[in-house]
């Protein structure tokens, strides 16, 4: 019994030894100096270019201030811009692989499970397919989510898509072909979808607005309107965890 231990310790170390040998060849040769571990880690990083497809031959690397932080369970994606105190929880996916760039400005948070993604910007002649791009002081976007954002749980922004300044977008909304404006508020499983909402109106939860004539007709929000200062708070708490955790 002894003995088949032993062999079976011989065998299981012999196994192991070829697995690492097998990592190492798929890899190619590693440089002098450099560890499996690193190899490793550069091919499965959450933070990379988008790859080379037949609307987009140049792969693009993303551009991250050095204050934001990234949670190393959150995917950045290609031609993505984020700006100061950035905060990208667990689980956030920013790919700008299809539809790009992608924007996201400063002191904005991406929270757990949210989705920034847009419909194909460039076709594959390389001409832009100018209905799925947003302008934004003479820039084009696939996204663009301005400063003092929260987006909220599981929430999506999906291009052609704007989202203005200090707004709110809630748990599980849905922002698609829509432009958000300054200071509004989508409460959670709302959605804007085709339309542009004016700056200071909120949607009630679970509201789906698809018309322009809806966003019209949508309240402003008031001094007594429940979550009016609910942003700024959420927005101060996610600035001061992306420091805490670049700390």
């Not at 019209?216 to 708490?237: F, G, K, Q, S």
Request: aromatic share 6%.
């Amino acid at each position: 019994m002894k003995l088949n231990r032993i062999f079976m310790a011989l065998l299981l170390s012999l196994a192991l030894t070829l697995a690492v040998s097998g990592c190492v060849s798929q890899g190619g040769e590693i440089e002098e100096g450099e560890s499996v571990e690193a190899e490793v880690e550069s091919e499965v990083s959450n933070i990379q270019a988008n790859p080379v497809t037949p609307w987009n031959p140049e792969p693009t690397e993303p551009i991250i201030d050095p204050t934001a932080y990234i949670h190393p369970q959150a995917a950045v994606i290609g031609d993505v811009t984020i700006g100061a105190s950035v905060m990208v929880s667990p689980m956030a996916s920013v790919r700008s692989d299809e539809g790009m760039p992608i924007f996201v400005g400063d002191e904005t948070n991406i929270q757990d499970g949210v989705v920034l993604h847009a419909l194909e910007t460039i076709d594959e002649e390389g001409e832009p397919v100018e209905n799925n791009l947003v302008e934004v002081d003479g820039k084009k976007y696939a996204v663009y989510v301005g400063k003092r954002v929260s987006l909220a749980h599981q929430s999506q922004i999906h291009g052609p898509a704007y989202v203005g300044n200090d707004t709110f977008i809630g748990m599980q909304a849905f922002v698609f072909k829509a432009k958000v404006g300054n200071n509004c508020v989508l409460e959670p499983t709302s959605a804007a979808i085709g339309v542009t909402i004016p700056d200071g109106r909120y949607i009630s939860a679970g509201t789906v607005v698809t018309s322009q004539a809806e966003a019209d007709r949508l309240p402003e929000i008031t001094d007594d309107y429940a979550y009016r200062h609910t942003n700024e708070a959420v927005v101060y708490v996610n600035v001061n965890l992306a420091e805490g955790y670049n700390a």
